[in-house]
């Protein structure tokens, strides 16, 4: 609310518009001067991998996602958009099943099949109930499943295209998440928009996501690529975003996007 909306209030409810004002903008000035701050991996505790399941974030969320799709029918796409699309065509399995794991409101069954123009045999897995939920009320016709991306709920090699949507990102244990995926898979594995540094170490950080406080991670490349190797995944294309910086962290980091090919 604008300070000059306030004036407009009288008696009791000006107080309780101005102190909810207040409140709002002294919990925005801690979540602004706790964002991205660096923390040690033993600071990572369950409450920070298991925010993304707080029932609010899922409706805070779509309000964004509704707006980017509007931008998207009108010509305007977004980066991270057309590149999931960029990925997922060049697996070339477009005839198969297509699982996103970390699909949140469901939002990729939509716009894969717009900018492809293609239908799509989508399935889509969140660890968030309220996600699953909502995900489930705005595509009917699509199927979506509760699961966990360090236990997935799939048949080994049972997925065409597995499409890691900023999952590891979010995970302590990355590693599992990587077999699991690469387990699953028969074809292709794509981890899309993972923030890498060429030289820096893996880092774990602080964020607040729709007012939810999670972690967030950025990787070390080098380490990155051995464990994608590790289990069996060769990739086979990467597509860049524009690199950015975060205060304590002396190297880029870049978004890229990983097209794997299942090996053997």
């Given at each position: 609310?604008?300070?000059?909306?306030?004036n407009?209030s009288?008696?009791?409810?000006f107080?309780?518009?101005l102190?909810?004002?207040?409140?709002h903008?002294?919990?925005k000035?801690?979540?602004?001067?706790?964002?991205?701050?660096?923390i040690?991996?033993?600071?990572?505790?369950e409450?920070?991998?298991?925010?993304w399941?707080?029932?609010?974030?899922?409706?805070r969320?779509?309000?964004i996602?509704d707006?980017?799709?509007?931008?998207m029918?009108s010509?305007?796409?977004m980066?991270s958009?057309?590149v999931?699309a960029e990925a997922?065509a060049?697996c070339?399995?477009?005839d198969g099943?297509?699982?996103?794991?970390g699909?949140?409101?469901?939002?990729y069954?939509e716009v894969?099949?717009y900018?492809?123009?293609?239908?799509i045999?989508?399935?889509?897995?969140?660890?968030?109930?309220s996600?699953v939920e909502?995900?489930g009320?705005i595509?009917?016709?699509?199927?979506?499943?509760?699961?966990?991306?360090n236990?997935?709920p799939?048949a080994?090699?049972?997925i065409?295209i597995?499409l890691?949507?900023?999952v590891?990102?979010?995970a302590r244990?990355?590693e599992?998440?990587?077999s699991?995926?690469?387990?699953?898979?028969?074809?292709?594995v794509i981890?899309h928009?993972t923030?890498?540094?060429?030289?820096?170490?893996?880092a774990?950080?602080?964020?607040?996501?729709y007012?939810v406080k999670?972690?967030?991670l950025s990787?070390?490349?080098?380490?990155?690529?051995?464990l994608l190797d590790?289990y069996?995944?060769?990739?086979e294309?990467i597509i860049?975003l524009?690199p950015?910086?975060?205060?304590?962290?002396?190297?880029?980091?870049?978004?890229?996007?990983?097209v794997?090919r299942?090996?053997?």
């Open positions: 609310m604008a300070v000059d909306n306030l407009k009288t008696g009791s409810d107080l309780s518009r102190r909810n004002y207040l409140a903008h002294l919990r000035g801690r979540r602004d001067t706790e964002k991205n701050r660096l040690s991996f033993s600071q990572v505790n409450a920070l991998t298991q925010g399941k707080d029932s609010t974030m899922s409706y969320q779509r309000e996602v707006c980017q799709l509007r931008k029918y010509g305007d796409v980066n958009f057309k999931a997922v060049s070339g399995f477009l099943l297509l699982v996103e794991i699909c949140a409101s469901g939002y069954c894969l099949p900018l492809l123009r293609k239908k045999n989508y399935i889509g897995l969140d660890y968030s109930l996600m909502l995900a009320k595509y009917n016709q699509a199927s979506f499943i509760v699961g966990d991306a236990v997935l799939f080994d090699k049972s065409d597995l890691s949507g900023n590891l990102v979010h244990d990355y599992t998440v990587i699991e995926s690469a387990r699953v898979s028969k074809g292709a981890f928009l923030p890498v540094m060429k030289m820096a170490k893996t774990y950080l602080t964020m607040y996501a007012g999670v972690v967030r990787f070390n490349q080098d380490e990155f690529l051995c590790k069996g995944l060769l990739v294309n860049e524009e950015y910086s975060i205060k304590g962290i002396e190297d880029a980091i870049i978004p890229k996007t990983f794997c299942v090996k053997g």
